[in-house]
């Protein structure tokens, strides 16, 4: 078996499998705790996007596979050391992890400051689906913490620039978010008549 062989991207390309499977099989439930601790011994050379598919992976095992949730702090000290590589799909999942994962692991909100220095940096190079799972994020964070709320004006703006490229998901993500956060007149008349049609 080759799983002490494998490097750091094998380790996170498989534990990102298991989460897009959603562990369909016995056995990647199987395998997923020994990826865990290659994941742990090969903390140091994880690339970002590794990184932050793990942190992705963790938020969406989180009732299937709570182990996942012990290796987060190894995860945030990881994004910590290398947040400025962090691209845009990277921070957008992040922040969605952390919003996710709200009422099980609150060691992400740790990295919501730098988060948001990058988000602004990188909005212009924003998916739609990122836009609309951050703003989602916002809302779902609202009762824990607020500092997302500020990254709403620039999103917001942005979302205006790719409404087209969004999908009926996306759009209810946003539509909600802004119900939820009663930021109808923080997104506008341009936004709302934007996500209407």
Excluded: Y
């Amino acid at each position: 078996w080759k799983a002490m062989d494998m490097g750091a991207q094998e380790v996170a390309n498989i534990i990102w499998s298991c989460a897009t499977t959603e562990l369909s099989s016995s056995q990647l439930k199987d395998l997923l705790p020994w990826m865990l601790e290659r994941l742990v011994d090969r903390a140091d050379s994880m690339e970002p996007q590794g990184i932050a598919n793990c942190i992705w992976a963790a938020a969406k095992l989180r009732t299937r596979a709570p182990a996942m949730l012990e290796v987060m702090p190894v995860l945030v000290e990881m994004v910590q050391e290398q947040k400025h590589k962090l691209n845009p799909q990277d921070v957008a999942n992040v922040i969605w992890a952390t919003a996710t994962l709200r009422r099980t692991d609150t060691c992400l909100l740790s990295l919501l400051p730098r988060l948001i220095e990058l988000a602004l940096e990188q909005k212009t190079d924003f998916t739609a689906q990122h836009l609309a799972n951050i703003v989602w994020a916002a809302a779902t964070l609202r009762k824990q913490d607020t500092r997302l709320f500020s990254l709403l004006p620039a999103l917001l703006d942005e979302i205006t620039r790719v409404i087209n490229k969004m999908n009926s998901q996306d759009v209810a993500n946003v539509i909600w978010a802004l119900g939820v956060l009663q930021a109808d007149e923080l997104a506008g008349d341009g936004v709302l008549s934007a996500l209407g049609s």
